[in-house]
């Protein structure tokens, strides 16, 4: 998948943020075998999506506050992502290409951003 796909995808993410604001939103997609995915969500206007193509892939998000946003996207074998958000307005965006990719975010506070890509 390239840059601009994964940027037009988040733009997509965006507004279906806006057009859900009134609750919380969580969607997962997998593809292959042995994929996991936990999403915890506490509060108002908060976003999770998750992907996942490819085997044995885990994903974690926990938020709680308002308004946040998280996308993590997982293509290969034996990733693993954790994403945990704690605030309001924060945006963390992950993506992992390839095998034994390990990330990890942590924010809190206000209107943060994070992207890690790793191939």
């Not at 307005?89 to 992207?115: C, I, M, P, W």
């Amino acid at each position: 998948m390239s840059i601009k796909s994964l940027l037009l995808s988040a733009g997509i993410v965006l507004m279906s943020t806006a057009a859900f604001a009134g609750g919380n939103v969580s969607i997962t997609s997998q593809h292959g075998n042995g994929n996991m995915a936990a999403t915890g969500q506490v509060g108002h206007g908060n976003f999770s999506g998750i992907g996942q193509v490819g085997k044995g892939n885990y994903a974690e998000t926990v938020q709680s506050g308002k308004n946040n946003l998280s996308a993590t996207a997982q293509f290969g074998k034996n990733n693993e992502a954790y994403t945990s958000q704690a605030g309001r307005g924060n945006l963390a965006a992950t993506v992992q290409f390839g095998r034994d990719n390990y990330a990890e975010t942590t924010q809190s506070g206000k209107h943060n951003t994070s992207v890690t890509v790793q191939h």
